[in-house]
């Protein structure tokens, strides 16, 4: 089965995406372009930027915290890295 072609819309929002220097809250303008180009117009897709991001950071922090817990009880020497991908998570640049 051929894959269709994104819908007008879609590719607009992609490269609306694509083309943002970088979005607010550190999460990657390939990063949100991905997941509209994969997952499209799922009921669990924000259809607007901002609700977008915060679901994107949401996730990384979900992720952070993971690592943060995985490092602390496994190699806690190495605990500052994901510490740093949590503060610039909650406190960007």
Do not use: F, H
């Not at 390939?30 to 180009?37: C, F, I, Q, R, S």
């Not at 190699?75 to 406190?91: F, Y």
């Amino acid at each position: 089965m051929a894959a269709s072609k994104p819908s007008v819309a879609k590719r607009r929002r992609i490269k609306k995406l694509s083309d943002q220097p970088s979005c607010s809250t550190g999460t990657s303008p390939p990063v949100a372009a991905a997941v509209v180009t994969t997952a499209g117009s799922a009921s669990w897709v924000p259809q607007n930027q901002e609700d977008l991001e915060l679901q994107l950071t949401t996730m990384l922090l979900e992720k952070a915290l993971y690592e943060l817990r995985y490092e602390l009880n496994l190699r806690p020497d190495w605990v500052r890295i994901p510490l740093r991908g949590i503060l610039d998570l909650v406190a960007p640049a």
